[in-house]
């Protein structure tokens, strides 16, 4: 709420005065004459008239508070925002084989992954966006959602070692343009993350890639692993983890051609840093078209004040001259 005209409202520091010579008055005492005892007056017992003498002039107060306020003008503010947005159907496929538990990003793949994504689903407004992830076999951990909050969750509970463990980089691609099949999305975008090579699954990358490109989706491709070696999670026969330095491989040349089959584009991530940057560079690229309109309305609301005021008025007026009626 605010006034239209505030500066009006000093004019209250009128009432100021009128209530102190009214009080003035009261306690001066009006017209005096001569009795020879106030005794009987004294005694005489005092009626409703006498405990609702000051009313009339509570009630004219009251009425010129009102009137000056509504000469201020109140108004209620009402906001009005209207977006209008066009988004991006996104599909994110995430590698979770063992070999993500590699120690060459900080703490490991898997989790350096999972921060980033989290916050490239932060950056995407009006986009609906899903989780498929892959190992040895291809799942599908969220359909396309809005729900930025229950989507992150849901990212959070990927784990390796959760279904049997290998690379199906074609099944994994292949789960994420199902979900986006009955898409109706004028941009539709799978971003494929992995590691390795791939070895398993019942359809092949490009294949899968060939699928995608029918169907208008473009893929982003991002290979994750520093170059040469790095400690990879070796498990003994006691169950006792250790890190062994092994080479690197990731089939770059397949992803490429993804890419290059949909009319995306493949990136390499050495380390936590560039995986970043990546998702950066792709946020940039795939931007949703939003329009956001805002309408501010202000409602009159000093039409109520001035009817409550006559009304006060009236009612003053009616118990001076009529029920409170004295004789001058």
Known sequence: ???????LLWLLVVLLPIIAFYIYRTLRGGTAIRISSIEGVRRAPRTWRYWLRHVPFVLRCAAIALMIVALARPQIIEHKSRTDAEGIDIMLAMDISGSMLAR??????M????????????????????IAAFAGEAFTQSPLTTDKNSLITMLSRLRSGVIEDGT??????????????????????IILLTDGVNNRGEIGPLMAADIAADMGIKVYTVGVGTRGKAPYPVVDMFGNVS???MPVEIDEKTLEEIASRTGGRYFRATDKEKL?????EINELEKSKVEITDLTLYHENWLMLLVAALALLLVEFMMSHILLKRIP
Not at 1 to 7: D, K, V
Not at 104 to 109: A, G, L
Not at 168 to 189: F, H, M, P, Q, Y
Request: hydrophobic share 40%; net charge neutral; glycine share 6%.
């Open 1 to 7: 709420m605010r006034f239209a005209n505030p500066y």
């Open 104 to 109: 060459d990003f900080e703490p490991d793949r």
């Open 111 to 130: 989790v350096a992954a999972k921060e980033v994504a989290a916050a490239f689903i932060n950056d995407r407004v009006g986009d609906r966006i899903g």
């Open 168 to 189: 199906a980089i074609g099944n994994g691609l292949a789960t994420a343009v199902n979900r986006l099949r009955e898409s109706d999305a004028k941009s539709k975008v």
């Open 243 to 245: 890190y062994q330095m």
């Open 276 to 280: 970043h940057h990546i998702y950066d």
